[in-house]
């Protein structure tokens, strides 16, 4: 069963140190610039997605993730905003 890598990537940080997230499949990874952060997402997205299909829990996995398997491929699922939300930290 293949799966298209179709997914929204969120990066933070700056200075030394570069945090990447996969949405919806929740994979994160870093780098020290951008860049790497985003090549080193991309590999652990494709890591994360070749164990699941070892494992047998790939159809598992995604469907919990919201996609959705169509006519012999996968469909990530539509998103419906990208909101940022503050919490309030005392000093």
Known sequence: MDADRLYGADLAGRGAQYVAQAMPVD????????DQARAALEEAVGLFL???????????????CAYEYHEGCW??????????HFAQLSA
Do not use: D, F, H, Y
């Open 50 to 64: 070749s164990t699941a299909q070892e494992m047998g829990t790939l159809r598992e996995v995604l469907e919990e």
């Open 75 to 84: 469909r990530a699922p539509k998103w419906i905003s990208v909101e940022r």
């Open 27 to 34: 994979v994160v990874s870093a780098g020290s610039t951008p």
